[in-house]
């Protein structure tokens, strides 16, 4: 089992810049691929990155946003740049038991999920 608690979302003007954490507790964190995913109010939940041996972007964000991961934390981070209003959206950390899934962009790939953090980007 893996509980993961999300921080660092907020209110921030478009271009500017916010930084998510994604603290995990329980089993051996370097185990798991982490991601992100974001889901804005009347759309369903999509796939933002992924760390696992590599890093994976969706086609929205890369270039802006940088995941990364502290295994001595048991932290992961998005570092999300150049911000746009459509990047307004509750962001959440899921954890997979397996580094090697094809489909990292598909939610049911994960196991763990955290509780979400409201990220605003006004205009």
């Known amino acids: 089992q893996v509980q993961l608690v999300e921080s660092g979302g907020g209110l921030v003007q478009a271009g500017g810049s916010l930084r998510l954490s994604c603290a995990a507790s329980g089993r051996t964190f370097s185990n798991y691929a982490m991601a992100w995913f974001r889901q804005a109010p009347g759309k369903e939940r999509e796939f933002v990155a992924r760390?696992?041996?590599?890093?994976y972007y969706a086609d929205s964000v890369r270039g802006r946003f940088s995941i990364s991961r502290d295994n001595a934390q048991n932290t992961v981070y998005l570092q999300m740049n150049s911000l746009k209003v459509e990047d307004t959206a509750v962001y959440y950390c899921?954890?997979?038991?397996?580094?090697?899934?094809?489909?990292?962009?598909?939610?049911?790939?994960?196991?763990?999920w955290g509780q979400g953090t409201q990220v605003t980007v006004s205009s």
């Open positions: 760390i696992s041996w590599s890093a």
């Open positions: 899921a954890a997979d038991e397996n580094k090697y899934s094809i489909y990292y962009y598909d939610t049911r790939t994960y196991e763990y």
